[in-house]
């Protein structure tokens, strides 16, 4: 815990909409105006950006939805389970970590439009990674799923939606 109230001190992390802690750390001064954007988007956005993001033990980054990709990318402690809900339906499951003989990934990435929510892997410690998305994250583009809606969309990863959404 001492390591990871020193990266929350250290980062300047801020408590995230959708659980755990983060700290914006790029954004382009570059812009992409919306007349080039896809229809999705509604305004300009920044070529890129970039974020620390914390998630201790027993929390969770609820699943939520963003309109463009989202690259995630492993720093240090446990690894974090990805759950991504595809728009066809099929779930992927992603785990960031350093440990490649187990089947982790140093790099994932989220499709845009697509449902996702983590969760460390374990019940101690935490998990920090970096997210990078572009076109660059504006939180216009950030949608928090609804239980009962994401439930009825995909009744068959209910169990995952009601162990990852909030109340």
């Known amino acids: 815990m001492e390591r990871m109230t020193q990266l929350i001190t250290h980062l300047k992390l801020q408590p995230h909409p959708e659980g755990g802690y983060y700290a914006e750390t790029y954004r382009s001064k570059e812009i992409i105006p919306q007349a080039v954007l896809p229809g999705r988007f509604a305004g300009e956005r920044n070529f890129s950006t970039a974020i620390y993001f914390l998630i201790p033990a027993g ?13 995630w990318h492993f720093y240090e402690g446990q690894p974090l389970h990805v759950y991504v809900i595809h728009p066809q339906g099929n779930m992927e499951f992603i785990r960031l970590g350093n440990n490649v003989a187990m089947g982790e990934t140093f790099q994932a990435m989220v499709p845009a439009g697509c449902w996702f929510a983590s969760e460390p892997a374990t019940a101690n410690g935490y998990c920090l990674v970096g997210c990078t998305v572009a076109p660059g994250f504006d939180f216009t583009d950030f949608e928090l799923a ?13 169990d995952f939606i009601r162990q990852l959404t909030r109340g």
């Open 59 to 71: 929390q969770f980054s609820a699943f939520h939805r963003i309109q463009a990709d989202e690259l």
């Open 146 to 158: 609804q239980r009962e809606i994401l439930e009825e969309y995909y009744p068959e990863h209910k």
